[in-house]
């Protein structure tokens, strides 16, 4: 059975940082792209980093380059989003997904996390 588990989230001023990490399990992990989406209350679902199986690809829109990082850990099935320089704006739920490429539109990805809540503090 295919799950994956976000942990990490929590409440943060603004400028400050967080990690999120998602643990995967069974070989989904191995032959798939990892992304991770984020949904603001009334706001659709919106792609905020993608890595490919690799590592060596990844792919952030302009709303967070330069300040979010995506990372994994094929030894531990795990991919990571390193969360600096953090913004109001920044405030959601965090989804991880995984599916067969890095794109940004959400029905691409073909598994997804139950979330975990990110809230940025002014």
């Known amino acids: 059975q295919v799950q994956l588990v976000e942990s990490g989230g929590g409440l943060v001023q603004a400028g400050g940082s967080l990690r999120l990490s998602c643990a995967a399990s069974g070989s989904i992990f191995r032959f798939n792209a990892m992304g991770w989406f984020r949904q603001a209350p009334g706001k659709e679902r919106e792609f905020v980093a993608g890595i490919s199986v690799s590592g060596g690809d990844t792919l952030y829109p302009n709303s967070v380059k330069g300040r979010f990082t995506a990372s994994r850990d094929n030894a531990k099935n795990t991919v990571y989003l390193q969360m600096n320089s953090l913004k109001p704006e920044d405030t959601g739920v965090y989804y991880c997904?995984?599916?067969?490429?890095?794109?940004?539109?959400?029905?691409?990805?073909?598994?997804w996390g139950q979330g975990t809540q990110v809230t940025v503090s002014s």
């Open positions: 997904t995984a599916g067969p490429l890095v794109r940004s539109d959400w029905d691409s990805w073909y598994y």
